[in-house]
């Protein structure tokens, strides 16, 4: 059976990101490759790792960043691309290569609480539960198909630390488990039309 090949998209601290290269192995995955916006912690577990590691800083022209990721991309030719905490929007240059085959993963249950600040409006919404999804990735902000999702219950005491940090559990084995299911066939690359 052949491997998939995955690039993955970082932001921030990358557990997300390490926990599916821990597993990729065994679930019959290789990520190829890291890219981030900044030089986080996500760049240096890929280091740690042997995983190459692309830092594109935003620049001032969206487009221009739009097409250097797009050509990035295309150099290292993934057939599936997962945005781990990834906090920018995919542009039309990505999107018309990949779209279909870009999956993300958000610490909430969607379609409620979209964005980068998830966790925190759960709470101020006063959300008893809410969780992690898996969706593909589309031209809007956390509105692209869902692909799965878990819930997890909001404790009295919760700060919203606490409360990610429960999430980012959740998150991170709903990941792994959606790229095995893609790796092996049980779920198909997403029928995601342009809006």
Known sequence: ????????????????????????????????????????????????????????????????????????????????????????????????NHLGRIINTHPALLPLFPGAHAVRDALAAGATVTGATVHFVDEGVDTGQIITSQQVMVEPDDTEALLHERIKVVERELLVTVVRDIANGKIEFGDVVHK
């Open 1 to 96: 059976m052949s491997t998939l090949r995955v690039v993955v998209l970082a932001s921030g601290a990358g557990t997300l990101f390490e926990a599916l290269a821990h597993r990729a192995a065994e679930i019959g995955v290789e990520i190829v490759g890291l890219i981030s916006d900044a030089q986080v912690g996500a760049c240096e577990r890929a280091i740690s790792l042997g995983i190459p590691v692309t830092v594109l800083p935003m620049s001032v022209d969206r487009a221009i960043w739009d097409q250097t990721l797009a050509t990035e991309l295309s150099r290292l030719k993934p057939e599936l691309i997962v945005s781990a905490g990834f906090m920018k929007i995919l542009g039309p240059k990505v999107l018309e």
